[in-house]
Structures are given as C-alpha cells and as structure tokens.
C-alpha cells in the first residue's frame, strides 16, 4: 500500500528519562527527510496537548537547538498521564484531520502505547488514513516483546553508581540500609544495583524484586543472617513489593489515570521496613533508609551512550517504517541479536510489532534473571553490563596492620 502524504505530530508521555528527547529528535530528522511528510508538528503534553490544540512546529527549530535538546534529560515537548475516553479520541481526531496529521508518533511506555492503539483503532473506523506508532520508553523496562527499553540503561547506570557510593558509605560507617528504587511490577532496575558489587562483601548484600513474593519475616531473618555475617547491611527493595496475596507492602490511595497506584516519590516503604527492623532486631541499631524517587529517571550526566544512541535509533526507525507503505501502525521493540545468550558479543536489532503486543500489560524480570527471593543470576549482570557501559572506579586500602604495643584487655 502507498503511503499516504501529509503532516506528523510527535507527543511524549509517561515518566521522562534522560534519553527520551534523543527519540524525538530521531523522528523529527527522519520526519523532515521523509518525501512523505510535509511539516512536523509537537503536541506540548501529548494527548492532552492534541485535545486542547496545543501544538509548536518543529520544523522551524536550528539543528544546533534539536541536537542540544537531544542531550537534555526529561521531556522536552512535556509529558502526561492521561488515557483518553471514547469522546476524547474523537475530539482528538478531528484536531489530526484539521491540521492534515497522516503520521502520529507517540513516545512512552506501555500505557502510552494503549493510547496509541485507541487512537488507531478510532482512525480505522472513521477510515481516517493516519499512521499511528508507539515509539518506546520506559525506565521500567517492562514492555514486552523489547530486550530492554530506551531509558532503562541510563537509569540502570544511575542506580549502579548511587550503590556503589552507597556501599562505601555504608563500609565508613556501618549499620542498615534500605535503598527503595523504582520498579511497580517489575524488578529490572532494582536489579541493576547488583553492578555495584566489586568485593566479596560489597553491597547490596539483599536485592528484593516484585517478581517474588515477600516475607516479612524472611526479609527479617535475611537482614540478621547479613549483618551478623558481615558487620553491616545495604538493602535495593522495589516499591512495588507486595506480599503472597499480592497485596503491597507500602499501599497508596493514589492513582492515575491508567489505574497505576501512586508509589514514587514517598519515602513509606522505607520508613516502613526500617522501623520494622528497630522492632524486631533492636532500636539500638544504625538504620537508615532513602527512596531514590524521581532522580532515578532524570540525573544529568549519567546517561549510557548505548541507550542515547538507541533511543535516537527508534525514534528514526519509527518514522522509516510508517512511511514505508507496509505498515499502518505499530510500535518499534529493541531486540538483541543472540537473543538470550547474553555472552554474546552485543548488537541492538529493531523491529516493528502490533500494538496491542506492548499495551497495556508489563514484562516482569525472568525467572532465570533472579537467583532464589533476594538475589539477581549472573545471567543477569551478563545481560546489563552491554546496555550500562563503564562505571566509576572504587577502591580499597590494604588496611596493612601495625602490631599493637599496648595491652587492652581489662
């Protein structure tokens, strides 16, 4: 089939990452470059933008501008949280005919992708021919049919290096430490702290993902097993750990609209366990705890080079296929040549799948990937060093001994 000839808008939605306007300015080149498409157009907050008509053109901005935006962590167009009713699909509709829009790119996780599959669905029915595609991103990495996700390894990166001063920090002066990091019902960035480890008694010594069930009473008796073992304890939990019933063990009335509870930005779950600890192991103890919260997903100068350089990779793929003629819609997964054999030398593929494969429903951690309720596999940590890149150094004295000439002992 031919493709059709007209405008594109580009929007970007859910939590921004470091890398996810270097998606936006891939599909902005590929889009100007395109025979296809006329002007490239911005929906400032995207579908809510699209339904109030706020929309900037693209096209006008330098090269110089479009590359220093690339560069810039969180979402340059602004993002939202929205999933647009019936009547909104159709309001936004009618703004896409009314400026001509034949191509709507929209970058985000899986949510993002469901709203993009609403929006095709409705274009179908009103035989509005527009391609709609699902550009990936999510620090998450928990969409499906994807290796990894664009947003991911910088963040991995970021979680990896905090641990690692974390550790040193909890080495200078021993006691407990929880670390809450980001991950709702997947543990893949949790997960990515194990890179921390350099010494057999380095930390996170405890590493708790939404993919096994927790126990408070074995979440005790690991952390007294560890600290009597090694003199101290540093402690990765997901937020979104939940109990045998499936029941979180740091609840939220919030939502969004999708129907997401609410669990970043509080430091609950941490005071939660901590206190829990002081309860059952002693008050006297050292305990501390932080939430990594929103950082995770936005610190500048943190950013793996594979993920810019693939996140730009998607967002020009994106545009290459839906000017193709071959497809109508669909979103760009990350695939990895090798497929699951991590030790293999690492290369980025890109394919289109269906929409619907990537909606609305996440990808948890294998089971293969995590070793027994509190640790992550090797296979995992062959799996992530590609995608995260180098790391700072860290290193120890040799603590050589000067003999004692005093005698202590009382």
């Known amino acids: 089939m031919a493709a059709p000839v007209g405008n594109a808008l580009i929007g970007q939605s859910g939590g921004p990452t470091c890398v996810i306007n270097q998606s936006l300015v891939g599909i902005v080149e590929a ?36 590359e220093a935006v690339a560069s810039t962590p969180c979402a340059a167009l602004r993002s939202v949280r929205k999933k647009p009713t019936r009547e909104e699909c159709e309001r936004a509709m009618a703004v896409f005919k009314a400026h001509d829009m034949r191509y709507f790119f929209y970058i985000g996780g899986n949510d993002t992708a469901e709203t ?28 499906r049919v994807n290796d990894h996700c664009p947003g991911f390894p910088s963040a991995a990166k970021f979680v990896a290096s905090a641990m690692l001063g974390d550790n040193q920090d909890n080495r200078s002066l021993p006691g407990i430490k929880i670390d809450v990091i980001m991950g709702r019902n997947a543990g893949w960035l949790t997960a990515a702290s ?25 979440f005790i008796g690991d952390v007294d097993r560890v600290y009597k073992k090694v003199g101290r304890c540093l402690i990765a939990v997901s937020e979104g750990i939940h109990d045998a019933h499936g029941k979180l063990i740091a609840e939220s009335k919030e939502v969004d609209s999708h129907g997401n509870t609410q669990l970043s930005g509080s430091g609950a779950l941490g005071d939660q366990l901590a206190a829990l600890i002081k309860q059952r192991l002693g008050d006297k103890l050292r305990v501390r705890a932080d939430t990594f919260g929103y950082l995770q997903r936005s610190f500048a100068g943190v950013v793996s080079e594979v993920d810019a350089s693939e996140a730009r990779e998607v967002g020009r793929t994106a545009v290459r ?4 003629g071959e497809f109508p819609h ?10 699951a054999n991590y030790r293999a030398p690492y290369r980025a593929l890109y394919e289109r799948t269906e929409l619907k494969n990537v909606a609305k429903d996440t990808r948890p951690m294998e089971a293969e990937l995590l070793r027994g309720d509190n640790d992550v596999a090797p296979a995992f940590l062959d799996y992530l060093r590609p995608l995260v890149g180098k790391l700072p150094e860290t290193a120890r004295l040799s603590d050589f001994a000067v003999a004692k000439r005093l005698s202590l002992a009382t």
């Open 321 to 324: 296929v839906a000017t193709s």
């Open 31 to 66: 889009a100007l470059a395109s025979k296809q498409i006329k002007s490239v157009f911005g929906a400032v907050h995207g579908i809510k933008g699209v339904l109030e008509e706020r929309l900037i053109d693209l096209g006008r901005e330098s090269k110089a501008t479009l």
């Open 116 to 143: 993009a599959n609403l929006l095709n669905e409705l274009a179908v029915a009103e035989r509005h021919d527009m391609h709609v595609f699902h550009v990936p991103k999510t620090i998450d990495n928990d969409l």
């Open 330 to 339: 669909g979103s760009i997964a990350i695939l990895r040549d090798g497929g």
């Open 194 to 218: 194990a890179l921390a480890r350099r010494a057999e008694d380095d930390g996170p010594h405890l590493i708790y993902c939404p993919e096994r069930n927790f126990s408070i009473d074995a």
